[in-house]
T-cell receptor, first 117, second 115 residues
Framework: AQSVTQPDIHITVSEGASLELRCNYS??????LFWYVQSPGQGLQLLLK??????LVQGIKGFEAEFKRSQSSFNLRKPSVHWSDAAEYFC???????????????FGQGTILTVHP | GAVVSQHPSWVICKSGTSVKIECRSL??????MFWYRQFPKQSLMLMAT?????????EQGVEKDKFLINHASLTLSTLTVTSAHPEDSSFYIC???????????FGEGSRLTVL
C-alpha cells in the first residue's frame, strides 16, 4: 500500500531564512507527487506537482521541490521564507493517477511551519 | 482559479441527529469528488470517492450506512452523517476533479461538532 511520511511535525524558521520540508513516499508505480499548503479557515492550495520530466519542479509563491527516485523523496524548498508562509504543509502521492488526472491522494501527516520575525 | 465551496463551514448538532454537508464546484464540472476526514493534528484520510450518477466507493473501514454520499450532478456532492455521535466530530474536506483538466481543487472544509 502507498504511504507518505513527513518526518518533521513542526518546523520553526526565521523570516528570510531558507526552508526545506522533507517528504518520503512509498508507492509501487510511478508516483504523481504533490505539495499542498493549508492555512486556517482555507482549503488546501496546490503549491506544485510532479508527474514526469524534469525532477526539479517550480511552484507558486517561490517554492520548488525535487523528486529523487533513488531516495523516494520529494522535498519542498524555499530560499527565503516570508512571514505569510506560516501554515501547514502536506505532501501527497496520487494513487491510480494517469494522464492529467491526479488520482486519489494519500497525504502525509503534515508539517506545521512557524516563521519568526 | 477554480473554486470549490463547502457548506456549512461549521455545524454543531446533538448526538443521534443527521447532518448534511454540501460540496459544490462553482465554476467547473466535476466528474469525481473525494471526501476526506481530518482529525486534529492529523492528516487527511480519504473516506470515499463519488462519481456523478453512480454509487460512491468507500475506503476500507468507512461505514457506508453512516456516511451517505450522493453525487447527483456534475457540480454537487453531499455527505450526510447519519445518527451522528461525538466520535464523528471532525473536519470534513471535499475535493473535486475538474472534468476537462483532471486537476483537483479542495473545499475549505466543514467542521462538525457532535454534542
Amino acid at each position: 500500500a502507498q504511504s507518505v511520511t513527513q518526518p518533521d511535525i513542526h518546523i520553526t524558521v526565521s523570516e528570510g531564512a531558507s526552508l526545506e520540508l522533507r517528504c518520503n513516499y512509498s508507492y509501487g508505480a510511478t508516483p504523481y507527487l504533490f505539495w499542498y499548503v493549508q492555512s486556517p479557515g482555507q482549503g488546501l492550495q496546490l503549491l506544485l506537482k510532479y508527474f514526469s520530466g524534469d525532477t526539479l519542479v517550480q511552484g507558486i509563491k517561490g517554492f520548488e521541490a525535487e523528486f529523487k527516485r533513488s531516495q523516494s523523496s520529494f522535498n519542498l524548498r524555499k530560499p527565503s521564507v516570508h512571514w505569510s508562509d506560516a501554515a501547514e504543509y502536506f505532501c501527497a502521492v496520487g494513487v491510480d493517477a494517469g494522464g492529467t488526472s491526479y488520482g486519489k491522494l494519500t497525504f502525509g501527516q503534515g508539517t506545521i511551519l512557524t516563521v519568526h520575525p | 482559479g477554480a473554486v470549490v465551496s463547502q457548506h456549512p463551514s461549521w455545524v454543531i448538532c446533538k448526538s443521534g441527529t443527521s447532518v448534511k454537508i454540501e460540496c459544490r464546484s462553482l465554476d467547473f464540472q466535476a466528474t469525481t469528488m473525494f471526501w476526506y476526514r481530518q482529525f486534529p493534528k492529523q492528516s487527511l484520510m480519504l473516506m470515499a470517492t463519488s462519481n456523478e450518477g453512480s454509487k460512491a466507493t468507500y475506503e476500507q473501514g468507512v461505514e457506508k450506512d453512516k456516511f451517505l454520499i450522493n453525487h447527483a450532478s456534475l457540480t454537487l456532492s453531499t455527505l450526510t452523517v447519519t445518527s451522528a455521535h461525538p466520535e464523528d466530530s471532525s473536519f470534513y474536506i471535499c475535493s473535486a476533479e475538474a472534468r476537462n483538466t483532471g486537476e483537483l481543487f479542495f473545499g475549505e472544509g466543514s467542521r462538525l461538532t457532535v454534542l
